[in-house]
């Protein structure tokens, strides 16, 4: 009674709110000590009798060797968020029947020189099995190390931090595709091009006497238009075809330039400053890389590129992370399944969710339990019966559920996954002045050529074509000036434009006025001179006519060439005639 005791008090010892302390407190790398299990009687009756190797470890206690990270910081099981690993050996070990909780031992995890590949080979000595996955390698398995089925994604993979995207609302991102200093630009050329061309426009309307296009404002609202592909203007010279042309090619290149680069920045991502897409590329520009020291991705970088200085190494598997943030390192090497539990640790491993994983896998494998191949032990048929509800998890899904239930549970949520980081680190891909600033020149010295030009032909045309532009050019300056700098009274805004309409309409009456006076004259003229000839007409037609009569009656014959005159003179009386009843409608009838 007393041992029965004795032992429910090493039982409650051992068990504190649910979680169980280790068995063992064998220290790791003792020497001449071994908790491992003979299966050898297992794997006799399997081979003898056929036994169903399902139910061959029910009621077995089989020593496991955990790692010291995956117990709690009351160095136990941590029953309510245990790590991946002991959530799998739960699992396995409901389904096959066998015990493990109460015989375990804590391994230290390396330190120094130490490695997990040294750390394995004493505690696969030391245990029946290692409660923590390994990576395969040629090496382990070269040295007697047998794993169980891959449950862990061990590919090596590189993970960096985000590049960085603005997606913050911006109320001129229209005008992102070009850089201030370029926008000025095409604003100053506008209106040069607008003050040229109504300068042009002046000076063909004073040498053609003709109308121009429209008032000052007016050209530069049409220029404004003509930059934008609507052009309204009706040139009256070469001068004038020449710097329109000029400006509407202008415009098919910016509006071109516009809207290419405006489709950059609104569809198509901007391109990263570094990308990487292997490792080779993370050598190639010589970038920090951490790695978990002593763990098997860090044995595999050192040996694989022995000559490489920027390998950082990092004391814990949490800090190889951490260490992107702190900067001590641009990017980590690490195992896929890692990253993909760290990748939800907003807390500490993936702050702000600010890392990602580039490019492609270093190397392509798996983990498991590791254990030793072992004659003497029999521990083959161990991992085989393991092997049997490791494919059972895979093929129902539990392994699955298992990982889904550690990542939103242990290590939080989803919220990183695929979620970009805002920042205002972008690559400016606006054009700038220096992109367009040729063709903004080129056009410039056009229009200017052009102006001097107009300009050079009222300086060297007459004298009164000169005198009327002076005094154009005299009067709308005298006009600006009475009504302010801008042209307009400020309580009287459309003062200017109903003054240019009266003036208009008083030249156009007098115009009309001076036009029909002259028609009126015209026809004076006309009225008179087709009297004098009607007179005249009508004397020659009556006395050709008569003698013409005479002769016919008289039967004489009449010459060809009387006949030919007389017939002129017939005709000329037909358009008298005509004449006669075509002045009645006035002179413009009898024109025609």
């Given amino acids: 009674m007393n041992i029965f005791r004795f032992l429910c008090v090493i039982s409650l010892l051992q068990k504190i709110n649910g979680q169980q302390r280790p068995s063992f407190d064998t220290k790791t790398y003792a020497e001449n000590v071994t908790h491992r299990s003979n299966f050898c009687s297992i794997h006799s009756s399997f081979n003898t009798n056929k036994s169903d190797l399902r139910v061959l470890l029910?009621?077995?206690?089989?020593?496991?060797?955990?790692?010291?990270?995956?117990?709690?910081?009351?160095g136990v099981i941590d029953d309510i968020n245990?790590?991946?690993?002991?959530?799998?050996?739960?699992?396995?070990?409901k389904r096959a029947g066998f015990e493990y909780r109460n015989s375990y031992g804590v391994l230290d995890r390396p330190a120094g020189n130490e490695t997990f590949t040294s750390t394995l080979y004493w505690a696969r000595n030391t245990y029946d099995l290692i409660g923590e996955w390994y990576?395969?390698?040629?090496?382990?398995?070269?040295?007697?190390?047998?794993?169980?089925?891959?449950?862990?994604?061990?590919?090596?993979?590189?993970?960096?931090?985000?590049?960085?995207e603005?997606?913050?609302?911006?109320?001129?991102?229209?005008?992102?595709?070009?850089?201030?200093?370029?926008?000025?630009?095409?604003?100053?050329?506008?209106?040069?091009?607008?003050?040229?061309?109504?300068?042009?426009?002046?000076?063909?309307?004073?040498?053609?006497?003709?109308?121009?296009?429209?008032?000052?404002?007016?050209?530069?609202y049409e220029m404004l238009l003509t930059m934008v592909g609507h052009n309204h203007q009706e040139p009256k010279s070469t001068v004038a075809y020449i710097t329109l042309s000029s400006t509407s090619m202008l415009c098919v290149i910016i509006v071109a330039a516009y809207t290419a680069n405006l489709a950059s920045f609104l569809i198509k991502k901007n391109t990263p400053a570094l990308v990487i897409n292997s490792i080779d590329d993370v050598i190639g520009h010589q970038l920090r890389v951490c790695l978990w020291k002593g763990s098997g991705s860090?044995?595999?970088?050192?040996?694989?590129?022995?000559?490489y200085t920027g390998f950082v190494g990092r004391p814990t598997e949490i800090s190889s992370y951490t260490g992107i943030?702190?900067?001590?390192?641009?990017?980590?090497?690490?195992?896929?399944?890692?990253?993909?539990?760290?990748?939800?640790?907003?807390?500490?491993?993936n702050k702000n969710c600010s890392l990602q994983w580039v490019g492609r896998a270093i190397d392509t494998n798996w983990g498991s339990f590791p254990l030793d191949d072992s004659q003497t032990y029999c521990s083959s048929i161990l991992r085989n019966i393991l092997n049997i509800f490791l494919f059972e998890m895979e093929a129902d899904g539990t392994r699955d559920d298992i990982w889904n239930q550690h990542r939103n549970g242990a290590q939080g949520t989803d919220i990183c996954v695929n979620k970009p980081v805002l920042d205002q680190d972008l690559v400016n891909d606006a054009l700038a002045s220096t992109h367009l600033g040729g063709i903004l020149?080129?056009?410039?010295c056009i229009i200017v050529i052009a102006l001097i030009y107009s300009i050079s032909a009222v300086y060297f045309g007459p004298k009164q074509k000169r005198d009327l532009l002076k005094d154009k050019v005299s009067?709308?300056?005298?006009?600006?000036?009475?009504?302010?700098?801008?042209?307009?009274?400020?309580?009287?805004?459309d003062l200017e434009d109903i003054d240019e309409e009266a003036d208009l309409k008083d030249t156009d009456e007098k115009a009309d006025m001076e036009n029909k006076s002259k028609q009126k004259k015209i026809e004076a003229i006309i009225e008179k001179k087709c009297t004098e000839i009607k007179k005249e007409l009508e004397n020659v037609f009556k006395k050709e006519w008569k003698m013409w009569e005479v002769e016919v009656l008289e039967g004489e014959p009449v010459g060809r060439e009387e006949e030919g005159d007389r017939q002129v003179i017939f005709i000329a009386g037909l358009l008298w005639w005509s004449g006669v009843h075509g002045l009645k409608g006035g002179p413009d009838k009898a024109v025609q």
């Fill in 58 to 74: 029910q009621g077995k206690n089989i020593s496991i060797a955990l790692f010291d990270y995956q117990l709690n910081a009351n």
């Fill in 82 to 93: 245990p790590d991946i690993s002991i959530r799998i050996l739960d699992e396995l070990a």
């Fill in 135 to 164: 990576s395969r390698s040629i090496e382990r398995i070269e040295n007697g190390v047998i794993y169980t089925d891959g449950w862990y994604d061990a590919s090596l993979i590189i993970v960096t931090k985000k590049e960085k």
């Fill in 166 to 220: 603005e997606n913050l609302f911006s109320f001129f991102a229209f005008l992102a595709p070009f850089t201030h200093g370029l926008w000025a630009f095409i604003l100053l050329t506008t209106l040069l091009s607008g003050v040229v061309y109504y300068a042009i426009d002046l000076i063909d309307s004073t040498l053609q006497s003709k109308e121009m296009d429209t008032n000052f404002v007016g050209n530069l």
């Fill in 298 to 307: 860090a044995t595999y970088m050192r040996n694989k590129y022995p000559k």
């Fill in 325 to 349: 943030e702190e900067g001590a390192c641009d990017v980590v090497v690490t195992y896929a399944d890692t990253w993909k539990s760290y990748e939800r640790d907003t807390i500490n491993a």
């Fill in 441 to 444: 020149i080129v056009h410039v």
């Fill in 475 to 493: 009067s709308m300056i005298v006009s600006r000036h009475d009504n302010g700098p801008t042209g307009r009274i400020t309580c009287k805004a």
